[in-house]
């Protein structure tokens, strides 16, 4: 059970944890994550869990078009050209972390998770995951214009699930480098 947030987190995302770091640490995987919308909270809950922490290697939060070029080396002309929330950055910023980190599995989340501009969609939220020796994989998620609050617990079911597919003994068959 997370420590710090435990009561405020709801069962199932208690349960996801769970089983992520339950596989990842059976199978000495490690984890890693590159968040935008969800500002850390992913990397957060990973690390919240005593006794099974160590599974997790490093995060990147990356809130800006600068710290995403800086941090995870996602190429400036793809934001340019996609937008910062797009499929194409959120594969640059699963694989940057992947190959930035000594992880086997990086999850990346990039997206509005609150009121956004005139243009953009609110709850409009692009994940990747990028794992050694497996195709990077991604989905589009459409939460809607929920707020804030409950689009980044949507977005946290969504990274858990594809980190606990990715994962040995759930289907996949990852390795740490």
């Known amino acids: 059970m997370t420590e710090t947030l435990g009561s405020a987190v709801p069962a199932?995302?208690?349960?996801?944890?769970?089983?992520?770091?339950?596989?990842?640490?059976d199978h000495g995987v490690t984890l890693s994550t590159a968040e935008s919308c969800t500002g850390g909270l992913i990397a957060s809950m990973l690390t919240d869990v005593e006794g099974r922490s160590h599974a997790f290697?490093?995060?990147y939060v990356v809130y800006t078009d600068d710290a995403k070029v800086e941090e995870l080396g996602v190429p400036r002309r793809l934001i340019d050209r996609n937008g910062a929330v797009s499929e194409p950055v959120a594969r640059a910023m699963a694989e940057g972390a992947l190959r930035d980190s000594r992880a086997g599995v990086a999850v990346s989340v990039t997206g509005f998770a609150g009121p956004a501009g005139p243009d953009d969609e609110p709850g409009l939220v692009h994940f990747a995951l990028a794992?050694?020796?497996?195709?990077?994989?991604h989905e589009e998620h459409h939460f809607g214009d929920r707020g804030r609050g409950?689009?980044?617990l949507e977005c946290l079911r969504v990274a858990l699930r594809m980190m606990r597919d990715a994962l040995p003994g759930q289907g996949g068959m990852v390795t740490n480098r």
């Open 131 to 137: 794992a050694t020796g497996a195709p990077t994989v």
């Open 57 to 59: 290697e490093r995060g």
């Open 150 to 152: 409950p689009v980044r």
């Open 12 to 25: 199932d995302i208690e349960a996801l944890v769970d089983a992520v770091l339950k596989s990842a640490s």
